[in-house]
Structure formats: structure tokens, C-alpha cells
């Protein structure tokens, strides 16, 4: 049966809150952080919760920002410093100097998915450097030590994601993986302002190519924080929501005011039903995303690995 | 008002189809080439013909063929013959040598919008040689002179391609433009599987990136042959198109038919005036496009290079 | 006759001083603006000093900087602040407001060669905006109307830049044109530490890629200035400054010091001979760069446009 | 001390033929397969041959063409058959499918270096395929199991490229590895003409960006075949040849036949001492490479790829 996708646990609670559903074993916390940046933190506490939810028991922060996606480098910098500090909080204490693989999901060649390698392009890696010279040679000698890899998406290694993660966490253990995905969201207001910072990993049938699974704590071995940022919206979704917004439309409109309102008597199940006759299977290998997503992914691969380096640096 | 939109002559045609309206001064013909391989040709005669479709006077050749998307050596290469045979038919003849400039509209950094640049990056082009060296140096001494240009979009130049292009024109004075753009369809079914040769160049409001200015005979001064492959679906589009196809959803479902038969009676103007409150403004800047659009683009890109080298070289 | 090549003014100025011939109608002026940035102003006053030089009459301002090509945003901002103020120096009066056409020449393909396409797609674009919303929608209302092309290199597009240039020149206008180019230098030492502005455009020869036509004032119509940063060195000039180290070497060497002493003997005629039969015919059409040249590139890019964008925004 | 560096046994084994050295130990067949088509087999049979030679005991087998750089789709489809031949020679036997990573070294952001990720771009891979839909869904059921990764570079990861590659194959268990790199070749007049298949795998100090530690079956546990082409020339080694060339250039040369009889009674140990003394030690970090290198590395990649492709689908 088809179901609203989003890999937003926001948006998730929200839809709770839309069909008046309480849910127990999730809290929510708001914080307005200035006039235009926003952070809802959402704990799932509960195997219930995460039932309910659809997504594993943790925390998952989102920052909203409305200009996230345009090139204005104080406001980048403002949004890169509230997302180094919640991944600061999110870290696993350490006695020994921490080592963060940094991993960025998605294909490279379709623009919305490219936000993970772009940002792998933007961190400061510092690995090697230790390897090669020792502490002295870095620029920052009590920062993370820094790795990161673009593993590819199965089309083009034929290989999951994570099992290739696995294999290098395996080979060079770091105590830390960070994995940086480009996400689908349920609403396109959400598009390009939003990050996502969680402490479950990355879980199955998430991301813009529907990554089968898992990148989690209990796969790979070491704790997993994901960054997420939504650029898609499943086209199904889209058709699905314009449902709901045609019984609203008709029983506002005057002269279509006695067939929306007989079209909401229907149950929940016929209007399953009828949203799955509606769906053309095409529509499930397919997205939506503005058309000036290309700025959009630079502008916050950039945001994102600004945070991810600040956060790493000290 | 809203409007369904495609760039297909072809899917203008069946829409007044599909409503059982008679057009007059539109011409179709159809042809099944081979098993896979499909060509539509439509001819807009009159002006009245042009108003009605939304297109101006002149030939629209639609090839068809459904795995043209695969990496399919021996298709691919069917596929271009073809397009190479339409493509030849519809240069105008010239005593001299023709000279050809062959340019890719669109933004080669959005995956759905890069078609035009991908198929310049694959052109074989001549002209600096046989001006630095005369005619014996030519591999195909009486092949066509190609030059080509990737403009660029107008975030990017400042500049619609437009004057681009006619500046570059009015420089090197080819016989003729062949312009390669991706364009909108109205329906997935039409993505990646498509082409359409044009003797009519671009007109307003065509393509990914919705040009605003035309690319035709009038505005630069020589025949420009547009070919066009759809890649996205415009997302408006797609929930305009839910509308209808709800309608004929709740007449065979049992449940819903009384339903749908109340719905079905709603004259045009009711139907436009629900699919306007429908539509999200956000949606107009958002397109649809395949998760392996990728791929798709790169594939389609080498077969379009293909036809037109086939085209130029004899 | 093989001649040592290099695009750098402040260079073939050099050569000259090695060489202790004295240049006449060249004033040289040198200034450190800080202990890491150095500027070197070199004015070619005569046509006679021009024909020397073998570069047009005008004024030539190198920026170095030993970091230039390391990713440090303090350092990155001094040295693009310093090229901002001398573009704006550069650029000519005008009573109304200044639009300027940024050309971002060289091949986006081969790394040492993308620096002008790279900068364009750094820069704040809004010529477009201008054209559609008016003067109120610009963001700095005082500042330049700028647009920007990449016209791609000759095996690409089959035409000269100067002549893609020329034709949208034609078109939109520009009161001033700025040609962004990555060049070669004869030392390796200059390579991604090094800006040259000058008001004399772009000049056969020029160029990592060879361009053979002018983009200046006078092929034009209107003042164009051209940014230069060196990111190779010709093969064939290694192999001539191979010579001279050689004999240099031969005469601090104690075993080989008497060779060297006849080896110096040489006029200068038998040591062209000499380098001339040295050449392979195939280090013609080959260039010496770092293994690091990606970062540089990026850097650099950045840097330039970074100071381009300061000059133009009032 | 400096050594002239080449990737290539057949150029090793060329210097000791120059030097009139007897290597024993080393075997080489050569054989023209076609007027255009030239194989040569060096065999290092012994532990002596592979300590003259510096690379280890096994087959290198090139294959050259002088026009392999070109798109000439009928001559690439001629190297590529061959190169399948010699592959698939050098495969070992398998009862059960072999499956097969093939790994692209290098940097997909400096031309000369993009070989190895480009020829991934262009492989056929299944291995998901066949993990989701079992052998039936396979287009060639019979052919091998290929899976591939593009694993960056040092500067990009902060990881060896064989620490990856291990970790991936510790989890994935592919029979065999087949690496392909960019090499650094001794001539120029090998660039971009050349393939060099061999058995034994990367070891230290090959490829353009100079990767330290091994692939090979002793370090990776399962075999490798290592597939390379020269792209790039070392600067250091340029100026290095130079020196020789200038001894037999003076010997020829009337003017200075004299001082070019003195020079070349200089020992090789005189001979180490100037070439270590002309070599600045900036030249470490450089590479020459020729200026049409995007195109070469584009048409070479298809090549190579078109050649895995063939040996894999049977």
C-alpha cells in the first residue's frame, strides 16, 4: 500500500498532528534561534514511538532556515555554527583523540542526489597528514581526525553503500561515521531550507535513491550521526498530497462545496483506494525538484561542510 | 490561467484528441518504422491550426522508440540513422558548402537540462579546420561546416541565449542553427523516449529552463531546426493531470462511482477553476524527472550527436 | 626560432635584467603590501619598449602571494580586496551606469586550463535581473550590470573566441569587457601564486591553450581588461631553462667546472642553435603543471572571482 | 638519488638496451598484430630480472596503437578486442562465475589523472543485479560478476586508496581485482598511445599521483590485474632526457661537436651529479602532460572500458 514518504521525522509528527493522531513516546522541543533560523528537536523515546513513527527510537534535529539556499555568506556561516554545534552535542565522548569518517551518499551526476560527494568536496581531510607527519603537521592538533569517502550508488558500484562503508570502517576504524544524504521530504515548502542531524544512521529506504540499507551503529559497529538535507519529493507523495488538498479546495470552493464535502465522508481506506488507482507505477522512479536545484545543492553543500568542518576543528 | 504544458506537438495533438476536438489545418501521419521504432509526423498548415495547438506553422516529427534510454549500441544506432534521415530532409538546399551551427541550450549543471551541452560535447566539429587549413583537411570534404555553442542559462550569462546566439550569427554566418534543448512532456510515459525534429526553432516559453525568447527563422536570420527530447514533466502538469485522471479513477471504481459521475459533470470551466486552487504556487518552479535520469541523458545525448554527425558528415 | 615563452609582463621584464640588457620605454615600480603580498607594476610606455617586450603598450600589475593557492579565507580575502582596487582603477570613467561582460576563456576539461570558466561560475550575475525587474531589484543598486560567457576553446566550438566575443558584444553592448585566462609563466615558481591584470586584453599567443586571436580594444570596439593567472609552463621552455642551469651548474660543479667554462662560451647564437635541436617536435604541444593543480584551480577561482565581484558591487 | 621514472617495463627494459645492459632474468616477445596494432610481452621470470628492473616478477604485455587517442570508433573497437584477449588470458580459473572489482585509481578532477574513474563510468556492472534478481535477470548469464569502485585520493579520503580497496574486498569477496590507473611513462611520444596490462598489480610509487602502497595479491589476498596508461611524462624526467639528448645533439652538431665529446667521456656517476644538480626541486611536484589531454583520456577510457566489457560478458 502506498504511503506518504518523508524522511523528515518533523514532517512525520506533523502528519500526526494534521489527522489529530496523538502519539506517545515522542516528544517534541522548538527553539527560535534568531528571526529566521528554527530548531525542532524530535525525540523518539519509545519502541512504540518508533513504530508509529516509522523511524528508529533517537534524536533528529532539524534547522530550518527560508534563505538556506541562496549564497549569502553570513547567513551561511550563522546556520554552518548552530549545525557544528549540535553535531558537537551529538558526539560520543572519547578519552583518545576522536576519528570521524565523514561518508557522502548519492550519485554525482544527478544534480539533487549530489549534495553528500559535494560536501566530501568542502571538508577539511587531515588523515593522512597525521599518518604521514604526525600531530605536529596539523592545523588543528586537538581536532578530529579527519577521513571521508563517496562510495557511489549501486548502479554505478553494484555494491551497496553499506557494505562498502563497512569494509573500510573495518580496515581503518574510525570511532565515528557522519553520513551526509540528500533526503525527499513530504512538502516542497520544505525543499532546500532544512538539515536534518540524527543519531540513528541512515535507515532503510531513505535518501533521493532509496538506499535499501541500513548505516547504522548496529551495521557498521561505530556510532552513526546522519546529516540529511531534503531536495526531492517523491512524485507519488506529490500526487498523493494533492488528494488531501482537493477535498480542502472543494469544500472551500462555492460551487464545487457539495461534492468536496461528500468526497470527504469517504473512510481512510477508500481514499487509499482510490489514491492507489490513481498512481501511475511510472510515477514511483520518479521525483520532483526546482529548477534551480544546481545552486541550491552548492550553496548547502557548502553550508553543511562549513558546520561539519567547525565542528571537527576544535 | 493554468495551462496543461508540453513542448510535443504530438501530445498538443492528442489532447484535442482526447476531449474529441476536431482541430482543422492540423496534418498527422503516423509510421511504424520497425517493431521499436515509432515516427509522428504532425504539419501545422494553417494560422488558424498554429492558434489552436499553441505552435507555430511547420513540420514536427516525433521519433518514438521505447528503449532508446538504454545503453543499446545497435538501437541507439537505428534511432540516429533515422533522426539523421529527418534531419537531412529538413535542411534547406544551398549551392555552396552549408555551414551549420549546432547549439546546446540548457544548464549542464541540472542532469535533466544538461542534454543540449552533453550532445555539443559530442559533436564532431570542423570548421576551425578547414579555415586553418583549407578543404583537403576535412575528413568528409563535402560534409557540412559545424560549428557549436553551449550558452550557457541566463542566471549564468546574464544574457538570454537569444542574443547570444544571434550575436554569433551575425559573426561567423552559418546557413543554418540546429538547436538541441531538453523539453517538457506532459506525460512520464513520453520521458527519455522521445525526439522531436522541428523546422520551427525554439519558441517562447519551451525547454527545461522555460526560454523566454525565440530561436527561430525571424529572430536570427537563418533556418533553425529544433530537436528536442522531453526529460522532465512539469510538476503543475502532473497534478493537472491527477485531476483528470481521478475523474475517470472514480468512474470504474465501484465504490466511488457515484462519486466520479458527479465529478464528471462539472463543465471546463469548473474543472480549470479547481485544478487553479489546486496548484501550489511553489510547483510552478518544480519539474519532474526519473531517479536514472543520469543515465538517460547520457544515453539520449550520444544518439542525438550520432544522427547529427550522420547528418553533417555526408 | 624557439623564444622562451612566458605571458607574465614582470617575467620577460626579468629575462631582460638576467640577461643585463637594458629596456627603454618599460618603467618598472614595486611594492610589498604586506610581508605576503607583493605587487609589481610594469608600464610598457613605447612602442619601441612594446616591441622589445613583445607585448602591446599598457600597463601590466602582477599580484603575489606565496599562499595564494592554499584554501585560507583570510588570505584569500586580502589578495581578492587588493585585485578589486586595482580592476577599479583600471576600469574607465563612465557618466552612466557601468555594464561590464566577464569571459571566462579555457577549456573546463584540463585542470590548469578551467581557471576563466571556474571564475564564471563564481561570479554574481545580474544583467537579467536588471532587464526583468528593474534598477530596484538589483542588490547593489550602484554597482555594475554584469553578465558573463564561457565561449569554450576553437576544438570545441570551431570558432575563435574573439570571434564568439565579438558577436555578443555586437549584441548586449558592454561598456568594458574582462577576459579571465589561465596563463603560462616561464618559472615554475610563479605557478598559482600570480595575478596579472592589464589593460591591454588578450593577445595572440597567449593562453594555456594557445589562443591565437586578439580579444583587445581594438578587435572589440570596447576597453577590455584581462585577469591572467599562471598555472603552467610550456614543456619546451623547461627544456631551454634546462640549458642555462646546466651551465650554470657546470661551473659551480668542481668535476665538470671546465666544460662549463667552454660551454659559456658559446655565443648566444650557438646556444639558440644549441636549445633548437634539443627541442622534440612533440614538447610542442605539451605543458609542465603541479600534481595539486585541482585545488589551485578551485582556489584561485575563487579568489578571482571573490575580488571581481568586490569591484563590481560599487 | 633521481632516477628516471617510468611505469612501463617495456621502457625499463628500452634503458637497459640503450645502455647496452644484458638484463637476465627478463624475456620479451613482440608481435605486430596489425599494421597499426603492436604487442610487446616482457616477462620478468626471476628475482634478479625483478631487482634490475624495479618491479616485480610477472607479465606486462603492451599494447600499442599510434592513434588510440583518437575517436575512430573502428580502430577503438580493434584495441579493445585485443586488450579483451590479453585480459581474459590473464584471468585465472575459476570453477564457480568469477566475480570481478575493478577499481578506478587516481583524481577525477586533474585530466590526466581521470582515466581510471572515467573507464568505471563507462563498465558494465551487474553484481546488484544479480544479488536482487538472481542469474536470470543477468544479459549475459554466463559472463562474470562486476562490481566497481572509484575509491579518490589521498588529499580527497585521507586514506590509501589499498586500505579501501581492501576493506571493500574483505566484505564483497570478489575473485579478482583489475585496477586501472593513469602511468607516468619515460617518452612523450608514449603518452596516451599505450596500455599496459599486467599480473602484478599497483605497486609503490607508480600512477601519476604517485601512490604509496601496493595492490596486489599479497596485500589484497585475491589477484590483481592492473591495467594502466600513460598520460603524463614526470617534469623531473624530462629534464633528465634532455641532458642525454644534449650530449648526442652536440655530438651531431658541427659548432659544438668538440665540447659534446667531452661531455658524454663524463662517468654515470658524473652524469647523476648534474642531473641531480639541474633539477629544482620544484619539479618534483610537476607533471608534463600535452594540451588535448580531455580528449585523450575520454577516448582512451571508452577504449579500456569497451575492452573489460568484452572480456567480462563471456
Known amino acids: 500500500m502506498f504511503q506518504v514518504r518523508t524522511d523528515l ?6 502528519k500526526f498532528e494534521e489527522d489529530n493522531v496523538e502519539v506517545k513516546g515522542v516528544r517534541v522541543e522548538e527553539e527560535q534561534l534568531a528571526p529566521e533560523i528554527r ?10 514511538g518508533a513504530r508509529i513513527m516509522g523511524k528508529p527510537k533517537g534524536s533528529y534535529i532539524t534547522l530550518e532556515a527560508s534563505d538556506m539556499m541562496e549564497e549569502n555568506e553570513q547567513q551561511q556561516r550563522k546556520v554552518a555554527m548552530e549545525l557544528a554545534k549540535i553535531v558537537k552535542n551529538m558526539m560520543p565522548e572519547q578519552k583518545e583523540q576522536m ?4 561518508v557522502g551518499l548519492g550519485n554525482r551526476h544527478v544534480t539533487p542526489d549530489a549534495l553528500g ?39 554505478q558500484t553494484g555494491m551497496e553503500s553499506s557494505e562498502i562503508i563497512a569494509g573500510i570502517i573495518g580496515k581503518t576504524k574510525p570511532g565515528l561515521v557522519v553520513v551526509v544524504d540528500a533526503l525527499a521530504a513530504r512538502s516542497v515548502r520544505r525543499l532546500n531550507r532544512t538539515i536534518q542531524i540524527s543519531d540513528t544512521g541512515i535507515n532503510p529506504g531513505s535518501g533521493v535513491g532509496n538506499h535499501r540499507h541500513a548505516i547504522n551503529e548496529e551495521s557498521v559497529g561505530v556510532p552513526v550521526i546522519a546529516i540529511g538535507v531534503p531536495t526531492v519529493v517523491d512524485a507519488a507523495t506529490i500526487v498523493s498530497d494533492t488528494m488531501d488538498e482537493l477535498v480542502t479546495a472543494m469544500r472551500q470552493s462555492d460551487t464545487l462545496q457539495s461534492l468536496g464535502a461528500s468526497l470527504s465522508t469517504l473512510d481512510d481506506a477508500e481514499k487509499r483506494e482510490l489514491v492507489r488507482e490513481l498512481l501511475s507505477p511510472n510515477l514511483n522512479a520518479m521525483f520532483v525538484t526546482p529548477k534551480d536545484i544546481d545552486d541550491a545543492v552548492r550553496n548547502l553543500s557548502h553550508t553543511v ?3 561539519l568542518n567547525l565542528a571537527f576543528s576544535s
Open 117 to 155: 560527494p559535494y560536501v566530501v568536496e568542502n571538508m577539511m581531510i587531515n588523515r593522512h597528514i597525521l599518518q604521514e607527519f604526525g600531530p605536529c603537521a596539523l592545523e588543528h592538533p586537538d581536532g578530529k581526525i579527519v577521513s571521508a569517502i563517496v562510495p557511489g550508488v549501486m548502479a
Open 39 to 48: 530548531v525542532t528537536r524530535v525525540y523518539i523515546d519509545t519502541e512504540n
Open 99 to 102: 576519528s570521524v569518517l565523514v
Open 305 to 307: 561542510a562549513e558546520g
Open 9 to 14: 521525522a518533523l514532517e512525520s509528527k506533523e
